[in-house]
């Protein structure tokens, strides 16, 4: 069966979710929109939606090729979209540290750049009303987020998704700071990995310069935001 988009039924900070002429597959768009701060911050970026999109794609075969399941199908029906399966998303941020950064040196005092071994897993309860904050397992577990072992799958998981990550954008002179990944449950009940792998979600630097590739730049208001972003595309695609 050929899938053809149909009705725009969710549009998010970043992405817009379709539905399509099969019932359990959606397509899910990205868009040139970047926010920050939970959505305080706002703005474009010309051909974002482009680069992360291709990047997420190209992750999600990554894995899947590495025996980790996602719920990537196919190329979708432009350059900025892809089939994806229709998951019931539990509402979590599953986070990876392979370095300190961002709210990790926030919260603790530490300096940002100290090398993390083993990459450390921690949990974020995903609500912009409440600031998506760290959520410990006990808590996950009492609020009947997820089960002792879809806890534990999604941390192992995670580790794992982490190495094959960080060895790939090792291959291409870049060094994986941390990223935040999502999991959803498919129409089987399986555990999968959704929503996107991009420079939104990952941070990103060169190994020698430094250099950032990632929503950092926008955070941090430094610009530079969409050149920087087309680098790393330009890496990935050799």
Do not use: W
């Amino acid at each position: 069966m050929e899938l053809r988009r149909e009705q725009l039924i969710h549009k998010g900070k970043a992405n817009n979710v379709f539905s399509t002429n099969a019932g359990d597959i959606l397509e899910l768009e990205a868009s040139d929109r970047i926010s920050a701060g939970n959505g305080e911050r706002r703005d474009v970026i010309e051909g974002k939606g482009v680069v992360n999109n291709v990047i997420s794609m190209y992750c999600f075969k990554l894995l899947e090729k590495n025996g980790i399941k996602t719920h990537f199908i196919s190329e979708g029906s432009n350059e900025c979209s892809k089939f994806v399966k229709k998951l019931d998303m539990i509402m979590l941020e599953v986070i990876n540290r392979r370095y300190t950064a961002g709210s990790f040196c926030e919260r603790f005092g530490c300096e940002a750049g100290v090398e993390i071994v083993p990459s450390g897993v921690e949990f974020s309860l995903k609500s912009d009303e409440l600031g998506d904050p760290f959520i410990p397992k006990f808590a996950i577990k009492a609020l009947g987020i997820a089960t002792e072992e879809e806890i534990q799958y999604m941390e192992e998981t995670t580790a794992k998704v982490s190495d094959i990550l960080s060895e790939y954008f090792d291959s291409l002179g870049v060094r994986l700071i941390d990223f935040k990944i999502e999991f959803g449950r498919d129409m089987d009940g399986n555990i999968v990995i959704g929503d996107e792998i991009s420079p939104d979600t990952c941070r990103l630097v060169d190994k020698v310069t430094g250099e950032k590739f990632d929503k950092d730049l926008f955070r941090q208001n430094l610009g530079g935001v969409g050149e920087a972003y087309r680098k790393i595309l330009e890496r990935v695609k050799g």
